[in-house]
């Protein structure tokens, strides 16, 4: 079963499966080192794609175009990329450009470039972006979306990549996830740049939606990614607008979310994805800082590991019991005392998404605005009639 956010193993998956959730959380470290050693501007790039050239990095804080997410950002007016995660810095150019860089993997023209996936998590992305004509391949191909997979070169799944699959797909980049580096010597043996994406990184849902911007500026179409992103950013802050204010009236109720595996349960820290979606949605996350500290909660990771006498004493102040689960034949309240007989589901909330219905680890990703809705309906009633995209009340 699974917790409200991503997984390890779902970050190469985003169609309904039935894995165990951990949720992932990271935070960007320090680049303060990639600026360091500057020296002469050159006179602009002319490498050829793919080859990294060692030329002088410049600072414009000015020029930032991110304002969520933590695990990139741009120079010289979007002509530059630079991708952190870890402690690791890269930085990526387009052919033609005349910014001066420190360490850049050149790649193609934005409007030339052929684009791969592994991750089909970054799916979502390419079609928010507009950028699908300019998509040629991806990893897990059976689980992505069949209104945007036609046409397209599957490069493999869990068996791993196939790389004459890349080679043959004409691809000039493919992009990744850093955890567990599954594209290690990929880019010697192909000769096709691998970008390492984090968004699964990102703490606040906006962070992760603001990935757009990254597929917006390896196609060309960076305005375009831009203009989705602010549609997504202003229902965002609208719905976490609308639940604050019912918050302050009428109080917040606490939430338990949590995952189960063989009777085990886990749930996310009180500083990531999940419970920032229940603070904006004018709920209180049960596993916050002070309770999990008192309770002296095992953490594994970033989330915390719950004994069942812990799991019901939490569950004692607690007004609703969320979850995210895979249920073909549905999931109701029953269900929900079969997994956790220590709540008392008596007159109180109770919340679930399915993901056998709805592409939680996949279009959800661009869709945080809808998610928090869901959730400000849920908690707040006096908010109105909603018609429920991912997260709805769960039945007798």
Avoid at 217 to 234: D, H, I, N, Q, Y
Avoid at 315 to 322: L, M, R, Y
Wanted: net charge negative; proline share 5%.
């Amino acid at each position: 079963m699974y917790a409200l956010g991503f997984t390890l193993r779902h970050i190469a998956t985003m169609r309904t499966a039935a894995y165990p959730l951990m949720l992932v959380v990271g935070f960007m470290a320090s680049i303060a080192s990639a600026f360091l050693g500057c020296g002469t501007e050159s006179e602009g790039i002319t490498s050829p794609p793919g080859q990294v050239i060692r030329q002088v990095a410049v600072v414009d804080d000015n020029e930032n175009e991110v304002r969520w997410a933590s695990g990139f950002g741009f120079r010289y007016g979007g002509e530059v990329l630079w991708l952190a995660h870890d402690g690791d810095t890269t930085w990526w150019v387009h052919s033609g450009s005349i910014a001066p860089v420190n360490r850049c993997t050149v790649l193609p023209e934005s409007k030339h470039i052929a684009l791969a996936t592994w991750s089909t998590t970054h799916v979502p992305f390419v079609r928010a972006s507009g950028a699908l004509d300019q998509w040629t391949a991806s990893g897990y191909l059976d689980r992505v979306d069949a209104g945007s997979d036609a046409g397209r070169v599957s490069l493999g799944g869990d068996a791993g990549l196939d790389e004459e699959m890349l080679l043959a797909s004409g691809a000039d980049v493919l992009t990744s996830y850093p955890f567990g580096d599954p594209m290690m010597g990929v880019e010697e043996r192909t000769g096709i740049p691998v970008m390492a994406l984090a968004e699964y990184a990102e703490t606040h849902p906006l962070g992760r939606a603001e990935f757009i911007k990254v597929f917006g500026w390896l196609t060309g179409r960076l305005e375009e990614a831009k203009s989705a992103f602010e549609e997504v950013e202003t229902a965002y802050v609208q719905a976490r607008d609308a639940g604050l204010k019912a918050a302050r009236t009428e109080g917040r109720p606490v939430v338990f979310a949590g995952s189960s595996q063989g009777g085990k349960w886990t749930a996310p820290g009180p500083d990531g994805l999940v419970a920032k979606l229940l603070e904006d949605a004018g709920g209180a996350y049960a596993f916050g800082e002070g309770r999990t500290i008192s309770l002296g909660l095992k953490i594994v990771g970033s989330n915390f590991e719950v004994e069942t006498e812990q799991c019901a004493l939490i569950a004692a102040d607690c007004d609703a019991f969320g979850k995210v689960v895979f249920a073909p034949e549905g999931w109701r309240v029953s269900d929900a005392v079969a997994e956790a007989p220590w709540f008392d589901f008596q007159d109180r909330m109770a919340f679930h998404c399915n993901t056998a219905e709805v592409d939680y680890f996949g279009e959800a990703i661009m869709e945080p605005h809808e998610m928090l809705a869901d959730l400000v309906h849920l908690f707040h009633p006096s908010c109105g009639a909603r018609d429920f995209v991912y997260f709805q009340p769960t039945l007798p």
